[in-house]
């Protein structure tokens, strides 16, 4: 029987670390000679910790956090890790670990393996940092230690600086690092591209695996557990982007749909659209994908009207974008789309621009157009500093308002969904309840929703979508019905042999 991947997991290249720790020291020293402060000190950070469940012993599967993987790759937890940046020598700092640990969890390994592994000048154990630090510093008085501090503007979290013992020997710099940090990952090398092209690559056939098996009566966790299977059997994935949003008929109204409240358990209808958001990480780079279908595999004539809409808007963007566009403008040119598409349905009615005014398209689309996507989903540095977040209705939620650059990685998402939360007030609002034919919001009650997201990488003159999966309607009724994908030829032809006929 022929393999359902023609995947397989990708070497990982050590060298996109030692690329990434450049960047940032390139970045830094540049920052510090504008700034007239001297070239020495040291960029220090902590890897993350294992967690146990509560008050158990059952240890969480460990992912590392993401500034520290941008710079060391380590996968392993109680690591920290040094840059010296007069010399550029980096310095990885290991636990050292107790002797039963060789029995319980394996082989402890010598640390000349972390430095060939990780690719960097020196290893020392944790118990060790202080006395190394001091011992590599070329400066005069108290080493520096430029410390990771600063405002995740998703989460609204902030990153947890570096502790050890021994940190009253040191000075301490908690302002310059994270917006010079952040800002690198904005713009991906190529070698990041590659390992979030693999992401994409492994989730595009894994959305398309999960189309081809739908079916009427089978519960929304199926459709999860067979993209979790098909991204860790042949993708090499054990860790996902994010949790799986699986949502199937009014349950695709719910935005983030899928957490431990609402976990993806309804049974599948005849009639329901499905919107399933789900994406594999791969050596901490990962993708970010939605794919919006019936379970039963054909459009109904509503169906497609609010699929196309989204579609519209979805590749509309992708052909507006390029270096210098403002992602603002880019969420604003998808709600108007949509608007155009309901209303040329005759869901809504009267202008257009004014709607566009009274901010409708929040109503359909409340959520951003889209994020930075790389180590992190919403990967960090939207807003830059200084920028302030727009107030208004929908633009309120964007993740960055930024102008795109070449070798940003951002995702486009438009949706258009049936939320009576929003639906009922904007109904009773004077200032928009004559853009709305109630008896066809009425028929659209319980519909749910629709969202297109694919992975997009900004070029010099437009944009290259990192995602494969069937977009158009034919494309999706033929892969359904069994066709290969990419089409065939003949596949191509039976489909429009069929659209004909309508």
């Known amino acids: 029987m022929a393999s359902p991947s023609h995947l397989s997991p990708p070497p990982v290249p050590m060298e996109l670390h030692v690329t990434n720790r450049q960047k940032l020291l390139n970045s830094l020293r540049h920052h510090l000679s504008h700034s007239s402060r001297p070239l020495h000190g040291f960029v220090f950070l902590q890897g993350g910790e294992e967690q146990t469940r509560h008050d158990t012993d059952h240890i969480e599967l460990f992912r590392q956090e993401s500034y520290f993987a941008y710079l060391f790759g380590v996968a392993e937890p109680g690591f920290y890790g040094a840059i010296d940046i007069a010399s550029g020598k980096s310095i990885l700092c290991a636990p050292r670990l107790p ?58 979290n902030f990153s947890k600086p570096a502790e050890f013992q021994g940190m009253d020997k040191f000075e301490t710099d908690l302002t310059t690092l994270h917006p010079i940090l952040t800002e690198c990952r904005v713009i991906k090398s190529d070698l990041e591209l590659g390992l979030i092209q693999f992401a994409n690559d492994i989730s595009s056939e894994a959305h398309v695996e999960v189309m081809r098996k739908i079916r009427v009566g089978m519960k929304e966790y199926q459709l999860e557990s067979m993209f979790l299977h098909h ?44 919107l399933l958001d789900m994406g594999a990480e791969y050596h901490f780079y990962g993708s970010d994908i939605t794919c919006s279908f019936p379970v039963n595999g054909k459009f109904t004539s509503d169906q497609s009207l609010i699929y196309s809409a989204v579609l519209n808007a979805h590749d509309a963007v992708i052909s507006a974008m390029k270096p210098g566009v403002t992602w603002i403008d880019m969420h604003k040119l998808s709600e108007k789309i949509v608007l155009e598409s309901l209303q040329r349905g005759d869901i809504l009615v009267g202008n257009v621009d004014d709607m566009m005014v009274e901010r409708l398209g929040a109503v359909f689309m409340p959520h951003g157009l889209g994020h930075f996507l790389g180590l992190d989903t919403h990967d960090p540095g939207g807003y830059s500093k200084g920028m302030e977040r727009p107030k208004e209705p929908g633009l309120k939620s964007l993740r960055t308002i930024r102008e795109l650059q070449e070798g940003m990685v951002i995702t486009v998402e438009p949706g258009c969904y049936f939320i009576d939360a929003l639906l009922v007030p904007a109904m009773e609002n004077s200032k928009t309840a004559r853009f709305f034919n109630r008896e066809a919001i009425i028929r659209f009650k319980g519909f749910g929703g629709i969202r ?31 066709a290969p994908w990419p089409l065939d030829k003949a596949s191509v032809h039976s489909q429009n042999d069929e659209a004909s006929k309508f």
């Open 452 to 482: 297109i997201e694919s992975d997009l990488h900004v070029t010099a003159n437009g944009c290259r979508n990192m995602t494969n999966v069937p977009r158009k309607i034919p494309e999706i009724e033929a892969v359904m019905a069994g």
């Open 231 to 274: 991204t860790y059997m042949y993708g090499g994935c054990r860790h996902c982007s994010y949790t799986c949003i699986c949502a199937t008929g009014g349950n695709s109204a719910v935005l983030h749909y899928g957490h431990a409240a609402a976990p993806n358990d309804r049974t599948l209808d005849d009639g329901d659209m499905a």
């Open 99 to 156: 002797a039963d640990y060789a029995v319980w969890l394996g082989e402890i390994k010598p640390l000349v393996h972390f430095k060939e592994r990780y690719k960097v000048d020196l290893v020392y154990y944790t118990d060790e940092i202080s006395k190394v630090l001091q011992d590599e510093y070329q400066g005069s008085g108290k080493p520096l230690l430029f410390l990771l501090y600063g405002l995740n503007t998703d989460s609204n």
